[in-house]
């Protein structure tokens, strides 16, 4: 099994160990390696980190992957995406402040994601969310100016949310999360990706 | 990409366990895990809220900017935030005076017109400018050797505020002494507004070696060095583990183009801030986009080259040797 890490920019370093430390959970034997160029996108799942929507985007464009990695994941590969991720999966996206403003997305999950949901980092916050879908009880997690996704239709399906709004949502071989699994102490998000990897 | 023998959730465990810091963190609510507490469901401005803010800087660009039509190209390029200042450093250094903390109403004006975070510098000690910007809502505060000094002996107590630090640092020493203050981030002081980028690559190698000589030393060494740094041992002991800073690590102080920003990335620092180098160039659109693909693709010399070649090089910021700088007009020795 081999997992790719979207590398240019936010929480890809946390990523890798967080799937590494879940594959050794899990006893499975996986590479982890980092995306950047479309050549590297040869792997059976994806996870794109928390960073800068804005900056992922317009990166992932420049460098040719954009429209590539839209193709494999329509195609059913597995993509995990947390906080910025969630954005880049969202089919609707917009900031809380300043409303709709246009930014390179995949826009492939049937999701309605506002950005700085809560404000800015002032307002950002820990709390416990609910991992029971996951076999993860509660969980302490950081939520960093993070999104909401307000709404989810077609196949997207809920599978916690916290106070009114979805956290993490799936919808067949997508998964995406508002806050950080990948800064917790527990490794049941990756595991469930890794998971949806296998099947 | 690459991968650590501590995660993330295990150094603010480390944090929260510091001695030093727990009776700060408990008074102020701050601390969640004691059990003899009763945990807020909810918890802002942690420890470990504002250590992770930063995380999600990496690879990134932050641009320093003076106005919101600055703001509008820097967001618009890729950065991943933008510091608001008065003036940018070389203007900073040409004009001479004091230096102080931009206007709130720009900061502000900033704030509500891009949707990246909004950083901003005070100067160091300056409590009250800390708390100001704190109170204006700025995602992080630089307390910063650009502008002048309040303070010759002391630093802001980081530990007090719920918004995000970051400090210059030339060496490890400075850099532990500025996270056990309390600050979230870290970045090489370099020589700000030159457009020399050799006192950032001083910095980040005298920081590079330096984490190689703990890592190899033994345990009485390193009681003796944490003595001599003025930190805690057990400091020096995570940060040993880890072979890096236990907190996120900038680059910061002359860097003018895209092989300026690839080559501190290849050092090992996790992003890059540029001063004067966009906005002090006459191709600030191009210049500031193409940094951001240099920074997010360093590791392939052709992204890089490719990069550089957006920019006219006839286009760069004229720039300063630092060696024709007198020692009194050097930002970099303004703390230690």
Redesign the interface.
């Known amino acids: 099994m081999k997992i790719g890490?979207l590398?240019?920019?936010?929480?890809?370093?946390?990523h890798?160990?967080?799937t590494?430390?879940a594959l050794d959970v899990m006893g499975l034997d996986g590479e982890?390696v980092?995306v950047?160029?479309k050549k590297d996108l040869d792997v059976d799942g994806i996870i794109i980190p928390?960073?800068?929507s804005?900056?992922i985007g317009?990166?992932a464009s420049?460098?040719g992957l954009l429209d590539e990695l839209k193709a494999k994941a329509n195609e059913g590969l597995p993509v995990l995406g947390t906080?910025?991720g969630a954005i880049m999966l969202g089919k609707e996206v917009s900031?809380a402040?300043?409303g709709k403003?246009s930014q390179p997305l995949l826009g492939i999950m049937d999701i309605s994601v506002m950005?700085?949901y809560y404000?800015?980092?002032?307002?950002?916050?820990?709390?416990?969310v609910d991992l029971s879908e996951l076999d993860g009880g509660m969980q302490?997690v950081?939520f960093?100016?993070a999104p909401a996704i307000l709404k989810v239709w077609g196949n997207a399906q809920s599978l916690s949310k916290f106070q009114g709004t979805y956290v993490i949502v799936k919808e067949g071989s997508l998964l995406a999360t508002t806050f950080?699994p990948?800064?917790?102490?527990t490794t049941k998000v990756h595991e469930y990706f890794i998971s949806m990897v296998r099947k | 990409?690459?991968?650590?023998e501590l995660?993330?959730?295990?150094i603010e465990?480390f944090f929260y366990k510091l001695a030093e810091l727990k009776d700060v963190l408990r008074d102020r609510d701050l601390l969640?895990y004691l059990p003899q507490r009763e945990?807020p469901?909810?918890?802002?401005?942690?420890a470990?809220?504002k250590h992770?803010?930063p995380?999600?800087?990496?690879?990134?660009v932050i641009m320093d900017v003076t106005s919101v039509e600055q703001a509008s190209i820097a967001?618009n390029?890729?950065?991943?935030?933008v510091m608001v200042l008065d003036k940018l450093p070389y203007d900073v250094r040409k004009s001479g005076g004091v230096a102080r903390m931009a206007d709130p109403k720009v900061i502000e004006d900033v704030?509500?017109?891009?949707?990246?975070?909004?950083m901003a510098k005070v100067r160091i000690g300056h409590y009250y400018e800390a708390k100001v910007l704190?109170a204006l809502?700025?995602?992080?505060i630089d307390e910063s050797e650009v502008l002048t000094p309040a303070d010759d002996e002391h630093h802001i107590n980081k530990w007090e505020f719920?918004?995000?630090f970051v400090n210059g640092a030339r060496s490890l020493e400075e850099a532990l002494r500025r996270i056990t203050e309390g600050s979230s981030m870290i970045r090489t002081k370099g020589e700000p507004g030159t457009g020399n980028v050799s006192e950032a690559v001083k910095h980040m190698k005298i920081m590079n070696s330096e984490l190689n000589m703990i890592a190899r030393m033994n345990e009485e060494d390193r009681v003796k060095k944490a003595r001599e740094f003025q930190v805690p041992y057990e400091l020096v002991e995570l940060t040993a583990k880890l072979g890096r800073l236990p907190v996120v690590n900038f680059a910061a102080g002359g860097i003018a183009t895209p092989a300026d920003a690839a080559l501190m990335m290849w050092l090992g620092a996790d992003g890059i801030f540029v001063g004067s180098g966009i906005f002090k160039s006459q191709d600030p659109d191009i210049r500031a986009?193409s940094i951001?693909?240099a920074t997010?693709?360093w590791?392939?010399p052709e992204?890089v080259l490719e990069a550089q070649k957006m920019i006219n090089e006839q286009k760069s910021m004229m720039g300063i040797d630092v060696k024709t700088l007198k020692p009194e007009e050097l930002m970099q020795v303004r703390d230690t």
């Open positions: 890490i590398a240019y920019q936010g929480s890809f370093e946390e890798a160990l967080q590494r430390r982890i980092p950047k160029q928390g960073g800068e804005t900056t317009i990166v420049k460098m906080c910025a900031d402040k300043v403003k950005r700085n404000g800015r980092q002032r307002e950002s916050f820990e709390a416990n302490r950081v960093i100016r950080h990948e800064l917790s102490s | 990409m690459r991968l650590y995660s993330f959730s295990e465990d969640t945990i469901e909810v918890a802002h401005g942690t470990r809220v992770a803010f995380i999600f800087q990496k690879g990134g967001e390029a890729g950065a991943t935030s704030m509500s017109s891009i949707t990246i975070p909004v704190e809502g700025v995602d992080t719920q918004v995000p986009r951001v693909i997010a693709g590791e392939y992204v």
